[in-house]
């Protein structure tokens, strides 16, 4: 039963994240592009932002007069006029309205004493997750403290230096070396079957008067 009647507040968050960066370099090329771009829409009330190690989060609170849904598409249109400002290595910024009623209904906690951490996460991923996602009146389903897969290299810089390497070379051939991309698909040949009717030739016929 509710008790207050339902105010979405036009408040949008952008997050975005940028793997290995330090909180100074989050702030430097993120957070401040971005916030300057976000700061210009009109109806902004504050704006708030969080410069972490690898995340940049930023708030911006209407005025109550703003639609939310016309707030989100303003702040999505600042955020892609700065995209291209942005590192290159950055994930796309998460653009997300805030809702009153956007608070989880059930938590369900896993556990196994024969299962590690990494395969518990991929059978939350693979089975428990796509069904949750089909009842009725489910939104959204999100999983905390998952466990997923990772490689750690140490390189030894003079090695490295021995072959006249540097730490972008490795990093870019392990780039290649994990690519996926589509395979695309097969289409056989066009086949094209003609049929001839053979017709007996016609006879002229003349016929002349005199």
Do not use: C
């Not at 979405?8 to 957070?31: F, H, K, M």
């Not at 971005?34 to 210009?40: A, H, K, Q, R, Y």
């Not at 466990?147 to 051939?173: H, Y």
Request: hydrophobic residues 40%; aromatic residues 2%; proline residues 7%.
């Amino acid at each position: 039963m509710r008790e207050y009647p339902r105010i979405d507040e036009p408040v949008v968050n952008v997050t975005t994240r940028l793997t290995g960066a330090s909180s100074e370099v989050i702030e430097s090329q993120v957070t401040k592009p971005l916030e300057d771009s976000i700061s210009g829409i009109e109806g902004i009330d504050i704006i708030t932002s969080v410069s972490r190690a690898e995340q940049s989060q930023i708030t911006a609170r209407f005025k109550l007069s703003k639609n939310p849904e016309a707030a989100a598409a303003d702040v999505r249109d600042r955020v892609s006029r700065v995209r291209a400002r942005l590192p290159d290595a950055i994930d796309e910024p998460v653009i997300a309205k805030v809702e009153a009623d956007a608070t989880p209904t059930i938590w369900l906690a896993f556990s196994s004493e024969t299962l590690s951490p990494l395969q518990i996460t991929d059978l939350i991923n693979r089975i428990v997750k796509p069904r949750l996602q089909t009842v009725p009146g489910v939104a959204e389903v999100n999983i905390n403290g998952d466990r997923l897969f990772s490689m750690r290299i140490w390189l030894d810089p003079d090695k490295l230096a021995g072959v006249r390497l540097t730490v972008q070379d490795v990093e870019d051939a392990l780039r290649r070396q994990n690519l996926e991309v589509p395979a695309g698909r097969i289409e056989p040949a066009a086949r094209v079957q003609r049929h001839r009717t053979h017709r007996p030739p016609r006879r002229r016929s003349s016929a002349r008067s005199r």
